[in-house]
């Protein structure tokens, strides 16, 4: 069942939808797994997350094992493949392992972790656009491909990047919004409205709200307000920083932009 565009998970304005939720009994869980030292019992411990995380979409936000991640341009792919949940709690566990007297906090392992996973799952940091069109074209019978088609490809683009982020975050109990927009603008080399799409995530994480965008790079704090700019059409204003590489405006609506010229 497609839950991308229910009512119940989905805030809708022009050009914007963001997918947001939360499974905040979980908050600890992910600690209490990678201290089992089994691996095989671990993996147990995981499957039994993923399929809590499972019963509710609607209400979580999570991308099931049947929900699509769409495209655009009848493509799309499903995040069915535990095996990415699998790295995710190995990276976890070794990070977690080598903190040696509690140095680095919760947060920061976890960002290295999701960086690691999609970077090892994909096989690399890299874009190459025709296996990625091929590997995510739906099937005759319309069905999303598994996200398990693009692994080790070296394929991942923005959509990718940011599904899997989210679904990762959530998993450790953080709220997570996965944002799709129709209007980003990025870079003094181009300043106008394009129609465009862009797939980041923005993360809810000890009652602060970051920018997390693997595909663009940009990783930073955003006011408490932030996915109300976003739904109003203002957008976000990302200045350059040590971990922003790529400034620019995310999702302003055409109108605002006009606007903004016109003042």
């Not at 509710?56 to 094992?65: A, I, R």
């Not at 598994?146 to 692994?151: A, D, F, L, M, N």
């Given at each position: 069942m497609e839950k991308f565009y229910s009512k119940e998970n989905l805030f809708l304005a022009p050009d914007v939808k963001i997918r947001f939720g939360q499974e905040s009994e979980i908050s600890n869980l992910w600690k209490n797994i990678i201290s089992v030292q089994e691996q095989e019992k671990r993996e147990k411990l995981v499957d039994n997350l993923l399929e809590i995380m499972g019963m509710?979409?609607?209400?979580?936000?999570?991308?099931?094992?049947e929900d699509r991640v769409d495209?655009?341009?009848f493509r799309a792919f499903v995040l069915d493949d535990k095996s990415l949940y699998y790295m995710f709690f190995e990276n976890l566990r070794n990070l977690s392992n080598q903190n040696v007297g509690g140095k680095i906090s919760d947060g920061s392992i976890i960002n290295q972790a999701i960086r690691a996973t999609i970077r090892d799952y994909a096989g690399g940091d890299g874009v190459d656009r025709d296996e990625r069109l091929k590997?995510?074209?739906l099937t005759d019978e319309g069905l999303a491909p598994?996200?398990?088609?693009?692994?080790g490809k070296n394929c991942f683009y923005c959509t990718e990047r940011a599904a899997i982020s989210h679904n990762l975050w959530l998993l450790t109990g953080a709220k997570s919004y996965f944002c799709w927009t129709n209007s980003d603008s990025f870079g003094a080399e181009n300043p106008e409205y394009k129609n465009d799409t862009h797939n980041f995530t923005i993360v809810e994480y000890d009652d602060k709200f970051r920018l997390y965008d693997l595909a663009m790079d940009n990783f930073c704090f955003l006011e408490n307000d932030c996915i109300d700019k976003l739904l109003s059409g203002k957008g976000l204003k990302v200045e350059q920083s040590k971990t922003v590489a790529n400034p620019g405006v995310y999702a302003q609506n055409l109108s605002e932009k006009a606007k903004s010229k016109q003042d």
């Open positions: 509710d979409t609607e209400k979580n936000g999570f991308f099931g094992k495209c655009g341009n590997l995510t074209t598994s996200i398990s088609r693009q692994k």
